[in-house]
DNA sequence: ACCGTCTATCGACGATTGACGAAAAGAGGG
DNA sequence: CCCTCTTTTCGTCAATCGTCGATAGACGGT
């Protein structure tokens, strides 16, 4: 990870899709792990849900684990840190003391 | 605002492009006012960073305030608040002492 | 061994985005 | 009134995105 500004609008654009947010709030409030069931949810065929795993998974946003016959999706919130360490730059409202010590973000 | 995914997801996909994110970052930098010299720093054609320019301002990261023969753009950060708020939500387990209540953000 | 289920990948299509140059519109100054 | 400067808008082109159906590979159960 290198916070550059491209890798930085790879992480927008993961996000910058309702589908895709959809599934991560699937994700979220998902207990342990799904998998079709993602594809009844967001109404979509199975191989753009698939797709759209994709993009998340290579953005980092999630990791998916072989669990069996099916496929454990979590959710990883590390990888959106270059995002947040952005736009916390933009915008730096009253509370700074609410930082979130991040050892190799210095840079 | 509406804060749904589609809201979210046009606010991410503003940020969702590198020339858009050196151009708020110019911005940031940006002491007062600038306008062509925008054109100057991105590399890209005048009719081409207008555009982004456009984007930004259709997301509410940007205003554009007219002064003079030129353009006034300021960043305005809170318009990012769904989309910090959503990632939050993703991301709650380190530190979710540093929530800033907005009362008036519930509607 | 076979089958059913689940996921990933391929190829194709339409829609959208990003880029440019050219031209038009708005605001001041001579 | 005309001129200049700055920004926006228009038309066009290539590239990418989102979606789908169909297909292929992997695994567990019968």
Redesign the interface.
């Known amino acids: 990870m290198r916070d550059t ?2 890798d ?3 992480l ?2 993961a ?4 589908a ?3 599934i ?2 699937l994700l ?1 409030a998902t207990p342990g792990c799904i998998g079709g069931d993602i594809v009844a949810a967001v109404g979509l065929a199975q191989s753009t849900v698939s797709e759209h795993l994709r993009i998340l998974k290579a953005a980092g946003v999630i990791t998916g684990e072989i669990s069996g016959p099916r496929i454990c999706y979590a ?1 990883n ?2 990888a ?1 840190a270059p ?2 360490a ?2 916390d ?7 700074d003391a ?1 930082h ?1 010590p991040d050892e190799r973000d210095t840079a």
Chains 1, 2 share one sequence.
């Open positions: 500004d491209e930085i609008a790879e927008a654009r996000l910058a899709h309702p895709r947010l959809r991560l709030r979220l959710l919130p590390a959106l995002l947040v952005f736009i730059t933009l915008a730096p409202p009253a509370g609410c979130v």
